[in-house]
């Protein structure tokens, strides 16, 4: 282990990647913790407020923040596991654009001789913007979906506080976010298939 030797940028990338989830849990929970305790909340606060809400392991048997919201015990940690998965499907969401017009300018530069033949082209170029256009379709729903989710539990509590409606919201991400999940899974693994074919066996 004397001789190895690790790039910097590693680390430098794991830290921004970690601070930016960081604040991007803080800026969206803030507005709840502040509802609650009527005057803006200091960073301490904010982040023992994280910990508390996001503290639940499968022997948690009290959580101040669930039990307010009147959610059942057993459901406790299905829903943080899919708030984190919300936001960092959020966070993901905002790098999906630019990984999709990578590979459709990765298409557009292709070349194809001309001894495969005319129809060959058309077959490809129809088949590529077949996929281009589902893909699309599919981060445009996935994307959609989170961004509204995460902004409806954040308007719950911008203004004034609507339990019933945050609780609602909650309860109903849970069993949503598999299939969200499973949008962006497809997503990532088809556009880094073709981005990196395009890569090695065209260039």
């Known amino acids: ?3 190895l030797k690790i790039d910097l940028r590693y680390f430098l990338a794991s830290y921004d990647q970690t601070k ?21 909340a200091t960073q301490e606060e904010l982040s023992r407020f994280v910990d508390q809400v996001w503290s639940i392991t499968e022997g948690s048997t009290s959580n101040l923040f669930f039990e307010t919201l009147r959610i059942p015990q057993k459901e406790w940690l299905e829903i943080v596991f899919a708030w984190k998965a919300l936001l960092f499907y ?12 990578r590979m459709t300018e990765a298409m557009k530069a292709i ?7 005319m129809s060959s082209f058309k077959v490809l ?3 590529e913007r077949r996929i281009a256009r589902n893909l699309f379709k599919l981060k445009h729903r996935a ?15 911008s203004s ?19 299939a969200v999940g499973t949008d962006f899974t497809v997503f990532d693994q088809i556009v880094s298939y073709y981005n990196y074919l395009y890569k090695h066996l065209y260039n």
């Open 160 to 178: 004034q506080f609507d339990a019933k409606t945050f609780r609602k919201t909650l309860l109903e991400l849970s069993p949503k976010i598999v």
């Open 143 to 157: 994307c959609t979906y989170v961004d509204n989710t995460a902004s409806a539990l954040i308007n719950t509590v």
């Open 20 to 40: 930016t989830a960081t604040e991007s849990v803080f800026n969206d929970l803030r507005p709840l913790l502040e509802a609650a305790l009527g005057k803006v």
């Open 1 to 3: 282990m004397a001789g």
């Open 111 to 117: 070349k194809i001789h001309s001894s495969h033949g």
């Open 125 to 127: 170029h129809n088949l």
């Open 90 to 101: 959020r966070l993901d969401g905002r790098k999906a654009e630019a990984s999709l017009v």
